[in-house]
Every structure is written in C-alpha cells, then in structure tokens.
C-alpha cells in the first residue's frame, strides 16, 4: 500500500508546531487537536515523534482547573496559580457591574499580560491586583467618581478653598449649577498631569480603568506604551472596556515603576509610585494604604504567595480553593455560611459528617486530599 504524501512543507511544519505550543500554554487540549490538518484519508500527518508527544503530554492541573500544563513546553513565566476566573469573582464578586464582562475577560488576558509585561511571579499579580482592588473598587469604581459638593470640595482641598463660597467664587459656578463638578475639576487638575490649563481636559482625563490612569498626559503616555493600538487620547472610555482592561492596569502599573518594587515586596512603594507618581516614606501620604495593605495580605492569600497558619480558618479556605471549591472562597479567615456550606460539600464526599465544622478528622482528610494533589512539573 502506497503511504500518501504529506500535504505540508518543512516550513509549514515548524509553523504548525509553534501555533501547537502556543495553544498548549493557553488554550484547551481539543483545541491544540485540532491545529494540525489532516490528509485527504483522514491521518494527521506533517508532524514528528516529538510534535506528537507535545501534543499527548497535555494534561490539566488538579490545583486549578482552568489552568493547562504542558511536560514538554516551559512553566508560564508569570508564576505557579494562573489568576482565573473563579478567583476574580471571589475576590471581586460585583467586578461586572461597572464594566459587563470585565472578570471574564481579565481571566482569559492574564496569561499574555502578565508574559508580556514581565509580571514573571505571582508575588508581581499580588501586587498589581491589591492595587486594583483599592484603586477601582474590585471593578465597581472604574470611573472617577466627581460628584463633588462645594462643601466637599473644601475637605479636599482645604489649601485651595477656604468655604463654599470661596469655592464656587474661584471656580467660576454658583449655588445650584449642574456644571459645578465639571468646572470644580477642570480647576483643580487643569495645568497638572499634562492637563491644558484653560480646557476640559481635567474633567475629561479623569481617573479611568483598574489603575485609575489620571490626566491628558498620562493618557498619552498609556496609548504610546501600548502600541498606538487605542486612541484614549480621543475616546479615554476604552481603558473600561472589558476587552483592554487588564493590559491598560498592568502597561501603566509597569509605567509608573511599580514593578521592581513589586519584586522587592515594597508595598509602600508600589502604592507611592502609582497612587502619587513618587516614593514616600510616611505611609498616610498614600490614600487608602491600609485598604491597600489589607488587599494585598488577600491576593497573596489567593495567589498562594502566603501559607496561612496550619489548620486556621484562613487555611482551610485557602486548601478548600485549591480543591476546587466553586464557588471559590475569600481567604479573609471569616468562616461564614459560604465556607461551611463548601467544607459540608468536602466533608461529604469524603464520607465524612457534613456539619461544617473543621473538627481533627476534616482537618486530617484535607491534609490528605492536599498532598493527594499533582505538583506542577
């Protein structure tokens, strides 16, 4: 029998296994199948010994479900637990109403964001999402909100205005204008952050996005950083779009020198520089830094960037995650209906009593179903 000839060339070959490894670092085993094109007799041919066990050494990570890992390609270089869905919407469990879609689509971008940025651990994600926690209000906030009162104003701004008056005097408005907020901003930020003064580019260029990316220049900057692929500069709402997000957060996190400081686990640092645009050492001159220092004990937490204690309430959420509790849990150490209602499904199919409580034999099973669990290569 005369064995039919190949329809691909040498070249098409070496594509072929590159779109394969490439699809096994992010995509389902049935969609790297189906990459290599079969013969008029239905046998895949084209690909050596050493493609085909690419392929078949494919295998999903009983510590994350949506996670692939593949034998015969790298460890993703932007650390050990992928930052998935589930855990967006523990973490963030209003994250859509702001931006429909957003925690979908931060889940299916974090692989090639976070490579192509160099967010190479999870200790740099840690950092980045305790950041956006505080900034957008885990996706809640991700326009700033400007809706001002004059009385406000003056809180805010105790050395530019004296009192309402003296507000709405310097500002130009007057008791009752719908146009205070706008004028109010366009006086305070205009001139700064490469804001023109004497236009709308303050009340235009407000903060916008998972970082809160602030004023006409650093929108600018953002759009250079990224390519030119989005013209914020004329149309500033694509930083909330679902489908940029991430890589807006993350390109100007990396801008604002954030990322080395990550590395360091310089949490005032990281905060300075992206809530200030420079270092600080007195942590009251960052705004929200203890929510951010909170945020951040969380994502390392939920990233595995920190061990809970031994058996502590935090600890059995953090081992009920990894064993695929769904939904998954915020490992804030309050052992709420949520986490009882997960450890009774544990303990049930264990063959333990479902009452929720983590008595010494719950504790030993966990232990065991946690050392039960496949390493990564």
Not at 232 to 261: I, K, S, T, Y
Not at 277 to 295: E, I, L, Q, T, W
């Amino acid at each position: 029998m005369t064995t039919p000839k190949p329809i691909m060339s040498r070249k098409t070959v070496r594509k072929t296994k590159r779109r394969t490894r490439d699809l096994i670092r992010g995509a389902p085993p049935a969609a790297a199948r189906r990459v290599l094109p079969r013969c008029d007799d239905g046998v895949k041919r084209g690909c050596s010994d050493t493609g085909w066990r690419l392929i078949g050494s494919i295998r999903y990570s009983a510590l994350n479900s949506d996670r692939i890992v593949s034998r015969a390609s790298p460890r993703p270089n932007y650390g050990r637990f992928m930052l998935t869905e589930r855990i967006l919407r523990a973490m963030w469990p209003n994250g859509d109403s702001a931006s429909p879609g957003l925690l979908a689509a931060v889940a299916a971008d974090a692989a090639t964001v976070f490579r192509n940025y160099d967010l190479s651990s999870d200790l740099h994600v840690a950092h980045a999402m305790a950041q956006f926690h505080v900034e957008c209000g885990s996706g809640v906030e991700m326009t700033e909100n400007i809706n001002y009162t004059p009385e406000r104003a003056c809180e805010v701004w105790p050395t530019r205005f004296s009192d309402a008056a003296d507000c709405l005097q310097k500002v130009g408005s007057f008791t009752g204008d719908p146009d205070f907020k706008i004028k109010l901003i366009d006086n305070v930020y205009g001139g700064r952050n490469g804001n023109r003064p004497d236009t709308h580019d303050g009340s235009t260029f407000i903060g916008r996005g998972l970082s809160q990316v602030t004023g006409r220049g650093n929108y600018e900057a953002l759009a250079k950083k990224l390519g030119n692929r989005l013209d914020l500069v004329n149309q500033p709402d694509l930083v909330n779009a679902a489908a940029n997000a991430l890589e807006c957060g993350v390109a100007d996190f990396v801008m604002c020198g954030c990322l080395p400081l990550a590395a360091q686990d310089d949490l005032l640092g990281v905060s300075a520089m992206l809530n200030l645009g420079h270092r600080v050492n007195d942590p009251s001159k960052v705004v929200g830094f203890a929510a951010r220092k909170g945020a951040l004990h969380l994502w390392k937490l939920a990233l595995g960037v920190e061990l809970p204690p031994a058996h502590s309430d935090t600890w059995v959420q953090v081992a009920l995650n990894r064993l695929g509790a769904d939904p998954a849990l915020v490992p804030d150490g309050v052992f709420a209906l949520r986490s009882r209602v997960a450890l009774k499904l544990f303990q049930r199919a264990h063959g333990l009593t479902p009452d929720g409580e983590r008595t010494p034999q719950t504790l030993a099973t966990l232990d065991a179903a946690l050392a039960a669990l496949p390493t990564a290569p």
